[in-house]
């Protein structure tokens, strides 16, 4: 090659940079979330900050101040209403064959949900955060609400008396500090038996309120065939 000469570098097509693809509000938004949902699934609310919320993200911390201008409170109670979401549709069961079956597929959604999102779980219910504040808290209990609903519902009872709603909202309870505890022991004993325990406790619960209650009285009966 003469002296002086130049050498032109031809980009190819398969050396080419892909395109940029600018993400749609909405997209950027469920990408934060998304980020901040997995943090906060693995450590407790306070110790997640922004900074690693735009690091799991791959964005700059003021691009999330611009989604979420109200700081981490904001992104925190955003990523809980997802978070409350998803647990919410863990109890919409088909009303199809024998309730307590129904009832087992729910518990295996929720207790899916417990063992992804344990110190997030543990942290949330347990209360104590300091970005507790009353909205996340009726947040919370909206999901409480939820699922006591959709129990009630596949129960099939027109008007539950009053018993018989305490009961439900009773063993919620329960599934919640079961919940707990299989966190805190190593999420022993095995799923499957913690979900069958829980399952055979609903009965039993009904069982009691049963002895006091005509209305419950009934529906033990009638679901005598799914024990």
């Known amino acids: 090659m003469a002296r002086g000469a130049v050498t032109l570098r031809v980009m190819t097509p398969s050396a080419a940079t892909p395109a940029y693809r600018r993400l749609s509000v909405e997209e950027r ?31 700059s911390r003021p691009l999330v101040y611009r989604y979420f201008p109200g700081g981490k409170q904001q992104l925190y109670e955003a990523a809980l209403r997802t978070a409350a979401d998803e647990l919410r549709q863990c109890f919409d069961e088909p009303r199809d064959g024998a309730l307590l079956p129904r009832l087992a597929r729910a518990l295996d959604r ?19 955060s300091v970005v507790e504040t009353s909205r996340t808290t009726a947040i919370v209990d909206g999901v409480r609400r939820a699922a006591a609903e959709h129990i009630l519902s596949h129960l099939g009872v027109a008007d539950p008396g009053l018993r018989l709603r305490m009961t439900v909202r009773m ?8 919940s707990l505890i299989w966190l805190d022991e190593g999420k022993q004993p095995p799923v499957e038996e913690l979900r069958d325990w829980l399952v055979e406790q609903f009965a039993a619960v009904l069982s009691v309120t049963a002895n006091r209650d005509p209305q419950t009285a009934a529906l033990v009966e009638a679901l005598a065939g799914d024990v």
């Open 29 to 59: 938004r469920s990408q934060l979330l998304d980020a901040a949902l997995t943090l906060f699934a693995h450590r407790v609310p306070e110790d997640v900050s922004l900074d690693d919320v735009a690091e799991a993200a791959g964005v």
């Open 110 to 128: 929720y207790l899916a949900f417990v063992d992804q999102h344990d110190a997030g779980f543990s942290a949330l219910l347990q209360g104590g």
């Open 171 to 178: 063993w919620i309870t329960a599934v919640e500090a079961a």
